[in-house]
């Protein structure tokens, strides 16, 4: 997977799991050093409906499975503890 | 909520998520530090069916919601580095 490609990909995201993946809002998760397999199935998830949420549907519909293993592979390389 | 109580409690989750709540199993996520009320309404989206997971199922369906509470501030006080 292609991290660098992920934080391009990620700039959307950043707007409610933060720039450096810690989330400012208590309902929203972190994303910083999570599993990258858990962000892979997560993300698939929510583009198939599988996982419903109305926020992250229209986020993940148009994601590749390349985009999404990026994206995993960006957010589970940062620092969990947002530095 | 009484994160001593949600320790109490958690040594069944440490299984899968790590005794200090970094998982060794690449599917299953951190839960270290993350966000508290993530923590609580993934755990009741679990317990009711609203997010489907076969492993999760059993593992909520017994919890009260002091212990969803109690759970959820025991792994958000974690370090997210898992120190």
């Given amino acids: ?5 992920g934080k391009a990909k990620s700039v ?3 707007a409610c799991h ?3 993946g810690i ?3 208590p309902m929203y998760p972190n994303l910083a050093g999570q599993k ?7 993300l698939k998830a929510f583009r198939d409906g599988q996982r419903k949420n109305m926020i992250m549907a229209p986020m ?3 994601l590749s499975d ?3 293993e990026n994206l995993a592979a960006y957010y589970a390389k940062l620092d969990p503890a947002g530095k």
Avoid: F, K
Wanted: hydrophobic residues 50%; glycine residues 4%; negative net charge.
């Fill in 66 to 68: 390349a985009d999404i």
């Fill in 18 to 20: 933060g720039t450096n």
């Fill in 60 to 62: 993940a519909a148009n």
């Fill in 12 to 14: 959307v995201c950043a």
């Fill in 23 to 25: 989330s400012q809002i």
């Fill in 1 to 5: 997977a292609d991290a660098a490609a």
């Fill in 36 to 42: 990258e397999q858990y962000l892979v199935s997560s």
